[in-house]
């Protein structure tokens, strides 16, 4: 017979309990029990680790270093345990919605990540263009939002934060810059998409807003609209990562608060893996310092 956990945790629970009574209370079990599994770990190992004393038990020179192994291989049984429960819980297939530019450059960082920790499990991003992006219409398990949800159907966290861009024809005067303020939309056509986008007149503070606004329906018309040179627009630092355009340049906007990045599910039937997934994108985000 060889070392078991069963020998590990009688030997940990009667140095933490002091005394084989105590212990057995702990480990729901009898007093003999404990007894037999830590003579049967002594048998084993060929040295005594427990020394009984009037007042319990404590250990020996060789169980005091036994037991400080014997607690790291319980704390690593504890994880596999725990992940393996929440590894059953975990779908083959995760959909995050996103309605305009998914994580941007942290996308396929997480969906790596994710694989790794979830080897059974794939993350994957659905595009999809309405208001929740596809929470509402069944196509997605977790969206990606930069606007507020309605709070009373669904739980909301923040995983960071994007700074704003704007995004300029080519040829357009403020392209020259390295960066654009606000007050510099003045006047300009700026292209919004009101379902989806994050941009709304309350960007500008008062007497700078732009001279009109035009709607848009998506991120692909939107760029197409501006390339054309038929009007600017502002976004957040994930569209500059994956929506290029020929014809398109983006440019920070130096005075615009940023903008918080969101995972967003139906508040009464939460995920059990949507905590981690919360955890695995926010470490993307503050690792941007």
Known sequence: MAVEVRHLRALVSVLE?????????????????????????????????????????????????????????????????????????????????YAWAALGRHTTVLQRSWRERYPASALVFTQ??????????????????????????????VIGTEARFAALPRDHPLARRRRVRLHDFHGAVVATDPRTGTTTEDLW???????????????????????????????TAATTWQHRRPGVVYRPVADADPVPVRLVWWRDAEPSWAAALVRMAAELYAADG
């Open 17 to 97: 309990e002091g005394t084989f009574t105590d212990a057995a209370v702990a480990l729901g079990t009898t007093q003999a029990s404990v007894s037999r599994l830590v003579a049967a770990l002594e048998r084993e190992l060929g040295a005594r680790v427990l020394q009984r004393t009037p007042r319990g038990a404590v250990a020996t020179a060789a169980g005091a270093r036994v037991a400080a192994h014997a607690r790291r291989v319980l704390q690593e049984v504890e994880a596999i345990t725990r992940l393996a429960a929440e590894d059953g819980d975990v779908p083959a297939e995760v959909r995050v919605g």
């Open 128 to 157: 999809a263009g309405t208001s929740t992006a596809g929470l509402l219409e069944g196509l997605a398990d977790v969206a990606v939002t930069r606007r507020r949800l309605d709070e009373h159907r669904f739980a909301t966290a």
């Open 205 to 235: 503070p008062p007497g700078t807003v732009p001279a009109a606004t035009r709607d848009t329906h998506g991120v692909d018309e939107w760029l197409t609209l501006i390339a054309a040179g038929q009007a600017i627009g502002t976004s």
